[in-house]
């Protein structure tokens, strides 16, 4: 990869060609992957060899040309007006980022080589020194596939370095919370538009003595003009960062197969493994006639797949006659990081359904190989912070994908994760009460049609203060709104005319509202002294919340009078003392502070940390909530046990109540 006509007949550089400037992109596409600048030629793949090794790995494809006036077959060619990379279209070079450690422009100290007291060294390396011998040594970040020059890792800038979310996303909900989670690769590099590998099969070799590689993102031939090219959406794993955090990034999985021999285990050298798939220039004379299916004398891509026993014994047999122990079918999964190919903020991922779904990008399956050779399973690499938080799937085709599991990467997804278990409890016990509902409605309504209802004696107190009731009404549509957002929250594929990010707004919105007519409501009963309504009276209080169970589960139907008077002085009977008594001084104050948890993990991450996370507040909050809707449903059927349905209903409405007047004294229980 150099121009042999730059040096003289010794080896010695020719004066013509010697120039000071910085590498151009071109060098450095020379060795890590495919560079295209002319405007003027269409970008086409035909040429890729394998020392475009990153292109190769991943699909990147350094061009500041537009897609659609690529020489390739894309599909949807004619949408696709991005650039192949924006930073190469804003004439952002390789070495603007990559720059060699000693240029006294980039340079940085690193905290090692620091004094303790300057915040600022400002002596720098001379421009002659540098321009005389720079270092070969580049500024990089740290890749999944990349182990070389450790001491250099994390040494370029990050995209926070020059770009700031403070402007720019102030559409996304809790920004800073996103980026604690996710890279900003992950949104910016949502699809790469070139083909990639997707596995390589040393386990058999094609008859020019390569192994078996398939590409992801392509149906046809790798170069072919007519082959449409697709592209893919890389699958993102945590990747740990300089700073010890844990981020969601894109990456490329590539599935290899190889033999092995010995302990510890070795790869099979080329030519053992030639030597015994062939006699010579042809196939052995047994393969052929154990893996010619159709028998026409020539094996095909299929047929030399490693799909049985009886295939995978007879090269074994031949590995062992050329002297290796034990050979054996080894597979790994070797993750390669993505970087590159960044879109512009148009072709940035900005849905929130495309991570907040059921079908979440998040854990959507990558395909690794259409087939296991020897029905070997591969295993991750994870030598270089990229983790492996999921789980390997063989479908009944045989193909095997890999699809990350949120819990296991210490992640809770709104509108994807929840936790079965406690939905089914939500659901049995909201269910549970609407049926307990019907059948005792039912049963009320088959009374009265068998015997007249009583007329008792009615008089009309004012029952319940203007601020009573406005309190009341307002937390009541705060959270019934709060449980109608929090559902669609939840499961927002079941809801799909409604925008999740509104939705999380105006929940939050109405979150508020509801603590602050709380805190309010709290003060207004302190100091009023209604706080006693809500406070059972020990002495006798046990037979009275007998007395009214039995009234609710015999005496109504009877058409008996209520055991306990309703006064202004004692509004609640035992058993909705003990009922408020439970929700205001438990579930709401609960339901309250794991909501603020939620809400504040981006700004105390790790107070709620401590308490689980979002993985462990989440599912209680979403207890609490179906708890509150069962309250509901119950809450609003006893208003109507009344001496007329909405008695209850029309008094905290209007403030004055139709009581019934008891007979004796002893019947308000006082």
Known sequence: ?????????????????????????????SCHGVVHTDLNTPLTL???QTGDWSTLTTGQVMSPQRLLNSGLNLADKETLSRSWDIHMERVVDC?????????????????????????????????????????HEFAKGSSAQGTLAPQYDNSLRRCDDCHSIEVTHNWLPYKERHMDAVSCESCHIGEVYAPALESVDWTALQADGTPLIAYRGIE?????????????????????????????????LVSTWFWVHGEPERPVREQDLQAAWFDGDDYAAEIVDLFDADGNGRLTTTELILDSDAKVSLITERLADQGLSNPRISGEIQPYSINHNVGGADWAVRDCATCHGEESRISQPLVLASYLPGG???????????????????TDDGTLQYALITNEAGLYILGHDAVNVIDWIGIILFLGVFAGVIVHGGLRYASLRRQPPSHPQLRELYMYSVYERLWHWLQTVAILLLIVTGLIIHKPDKFGAFSFAYMVQIHNILAAILVINAFLSLFYHLVSGEIKQYLPRPRGFFDQAIEQSLYYVRGIFRNEPHPFEKVPERKLNPLQQMTYFGILNVLLPLQILTGILMWGAQRWPDMAAKLGGLPG????????????????????????????PLAGIKSM??????????????????
């Open 1 to 29: 990869h150099y121009n042999i006509d730059a040096f003289d007949e010794d080896g010695l550089l020719l004066e013509g060609f010697v120039n000071v400037q910085d590498p151009t992109n071109a060098n450095c596409g």
């Open 46 to 48: 035909e040429s890729l």
């Open 95 to 135: 070495v603007d980022c990559h720059y060699a450690l000693n240029n006294p422009v980039y340079y940085q100290e690193t905290d090692e080589d620091q004094l303790d007291h300057l915040m600022f060294d400002p002596r720098r390396l001379d421009f002659g020194e540098y321009l005389y011998r720079p270092l």
């Open 220 to 252: 046809g031939e790798l170069g072919a003009s007519n082959s449409l090219v697709m592209g893919y959406e890389p699958v993102l794993l945590p990747r740990e960062n300089a700073d010890g955090s844990t981020t969601l990034a894109p990456h490329n």
């Open 376 to 394: 070997v399973q591969p295993t991750f690499v994870n030598d270089n912070g990229s983790s492996f938080n999921g789980t390997l799937n063989v």
């Open 617 to 644: 507040l989440a599912p209680f909050h979403t207890l609490i909530a179906w708890l509150f809707a069962t309250f509901i449903v119950m809450h609003v059927y006893l208003t109507t046990t009344g001496h007329t």
């Open 653 to 670: 409405m209007l403030g004055w109540d139709e009581v019934e007047v008891h007979d004796h004294p002893a019947a308000s229980h006082d």
